[in-house]
């Protein structure tokens, strides 16, 4: 029987499922995209596999609370936007397989352990002809992304992931009337350690690696000017994914180690300390940091410490609070040493 929630509705059964409307639409992990769109989803699953597809369009949520930025258009639609303007036009379509089995089966500590893969594709409905009015270097970008991941346990204690994208596109600018091929890439792993116990202890490495630009490629990270060559290769999410707090720069030509711990005090209140060791993979640009081209070629950027506190006294309650220091490489970045301190209340009903 479907039921009519917010502006989707929705049904299932016991090896199906659909919604259609608007609603948060991601991959599985939530690693390739995740966004708000207007479209539908299907999903069917079986005893050892899980199969979704679905499509979305972007154009008619709000732009501030739109997560598609991919190009310089979409960067100044998003900084130039009214109250109640409307986001980037695109449209995407997905389909995702997962597939989960247990290794050791037969041993009294069986694995489970999940493999998924990701079809993605997008495209910029503008027309030409207004992209080309935006500026002399704006550009429609259509791309195409496979991503294969795989996570599991180790042991009773240790849990992994890892995974793989690889993105192809095309990044046409009208005013030049020429085609730029992107190809790009990126790839992340994780161990966790988790006993479980008094205070709920977790420790956490994780490294992340995303393809980027050099200068000569592009003038800045969002690309209002790009260099004579005919590729790119910064790696170009189609959703938003940001790294760190003092800068929550976006991936693409971004690097990092995180070494990470958080703990459980009482049930309500959550603690988490991270270590992100940041480098570009290029000299090139980052977004949100403060580097041009005269700066230098070191690719170590700085080192960030993140604290977060989150406070749950209710389960449709929450206040996070965060406080950080980033220690910048003084050799690329003129202020070493920058802080931020945040805070949100997140409610729903």
């Given at each position: ?64 609370t739109s997560r598609v930025i991919m190009t310089a258009v979409d960067q ?274």
């Amino acid at each position: 029987v479907p039921t009519l929630q917010l502006l989707a509705i929705s049904g299932r059964s016991s090896t199906w499922s659909y919604t259609a409307g608007r609603f948060t639409m991601s991959d599985d992990q939530g690693k390739l995209f995740s966004a708000l769109l207007d479209g539908g989803v299907f999903k069917y699953s079986t005893e050892s596999s899980g199969h979704s597809a679905g499509f979305g369009f972007t154009g008619l949520a709000f732009n501030r609370t739109s997560r598609v930025i991919m190009t310089a258009v979409d960067q100044r639609t998003f900084d130039n936007a009214r109250s109640f303007s409307l986001a980037s036009p695109r449209l995407a379509a997905y389909y995702e397989l997962t597939y989960n089995y247990q290794s050791g089966a037969e041993t009294k500590d069986p694995k489970d352990q999940t493999l998924s893969v990701v079809l993605l594709g997008e495209a910029d409905l503008r027309s030409a002809d207004a992209v080309a009015a935006d500026g002399p270097s704006s550009s429609l970008l259509h791309s195409g992304y496979l991503q294969v991941g795989m996570n599991g346990r180790i042991s009773r204690t240790f849990d992994y992931r890892v995974n793989g994208i690889f993105q192809a596109g095309a990044n046409y600018i009208p005013n030049d009337n020429r085609t730029l091929l992107l190809v790009g890439g990126l790839m992340e792993g994780s161990i966790t350690w988790s006993p479980g116990g008094l205070l709920a202890p977790m420790l956490i490495a994780e490294v992340l690696y995303s393809s980027g630009d050099s200068w000569t490629q592009r003038s800045d990270w969002e690309g209002t000017q790009y260099g004579s060559g005919s590729s790119m290769n910064q790696y170009t999410a189609f959703t938003t994914r940001t790294v760190g707090y003092v800068f929550s720069s976006r991936v693409g030509n971004l690097d990092y180690v995180r070494l990470g711990a958080s703990m459980r005090p009482v049930e309500i209140l959550s603690l988490k300390l991270d270590n992100y060791i940041l480098f570009r993979s290029v000299d090139g640009p980052v977004n949100e940091m403060p580097i041009n081209a005269s700066s230098g070629s070191d690719l170590y950027l700085g080192d960030e410490i993140v604290f977060t506190a989150d406070f749950r006294p209710l389960s449709d309650l929450g206040l996070q609070l965060n406080a950080a220091v980033f220690f910048a490489n003084g050799s690329i970045i003129q202020d070493k040493v920058q802080y931020r301190l945040g805070a949100s209340l997140s409610m729903s009903y």
